[in-house]
């Protein structure tokens, strides 16, 4: 029996006592990852899956036993019984897939970056709090046990006063699927920034206890990706011969906040560099901390008159298991929204301003 409390964003629901029927929107592999950590949350059903692709949309609803399938997602909207939907499309479909969702009635779990820019994710925040529905955001590197620890850390003083962040987050060789949807802008708004740098950078933002952004002097290169002779080890996802490319693969930027702390980012799919990193730096004026995605978090401080380095040991979970669980106990009332809309459109509009401060060569408001 699952106990809780009534639905908070519409109280005239009770998802305590109810089976949750879920939609997922894109059957690509991200969608098969949210499928496959869904069908192990205790009464949660997965009653429907779209695609753009028949193919792609027949094939997870066979794979996974999932009665309807669709190739426009309106028609999934249609179905009256569904009480949420996942979001795993490209990133041009975010807003219209989020706004027409919320409007139906439903609760959506939107995969990262939340859109194309801030403008729409704007508009996808407000039809949600116009139609009283959630809207989550799936940042889930929140959900490692480090990540939750060095939070823990910070929000109990042990750090002190938070006052910059290093990150860093470069691949060597790592441009995925170059020509496909990843590294055109039209689809994708971005490259390297809004792919992997927005997980590093709403990390730390959330770590910091997301400061208000006030300016932003950023660059983005575009130097490895488009070129014919890119050499590579691996390449995630299938390229696409003769495909656009017009992104960047690299980013560096520094971003200041209404309080006075700073952050620092840097950010490639391809550069020569020694190694992949997916690191950052977090100082405190009593502690700091680095955060390796790879690694054991190490803490730096002082104790009893002392140099201190501290090495922290968690359990750390499947993050997509754990991200899919904490959502559907937010749908039912027994947690609150870790990853909310509105700390996605902070992160969105500091990307916004990466890309608008090159373009301009100069220092911009956030």
Known sequence: MIYCNPNPFNREENFCMKTLKIGVLGAGNIGRVHIERLRKVQGVEIAAVSDASEAAAAAAARDYSIPDSFTDYRSLLKVSDIDGVYICTPNAFHRDMAVNSLRAGKHVFCEKPMALNSAEASRMLDAARVNERMLFMGFCNRFRGKSQGLKKMIDAGKLGEIYHCVVNVVRRRGVPAIGSWFTQKSLSGGGALIDIGVHMLDLNLWFMGFPKPVSVSGATYMKFGHRKDYVYTS??????????????????ALIRFENGSTLTLECSWAANVPTTSWTSYVMGDKGGAKFDLNADLEVYTEDTGFIADLRPQFVEPDVYQAINDHFVSCLRGTAQPLCTAEQGLVVQKIIDGIYKSSQMGKEVRV
């Open 235 to 252: 390449m995630w996802g299938k390229p696409v011969p003769g495909g656009i490319f017009d992104v960047d693969d690299y980013a560096t």
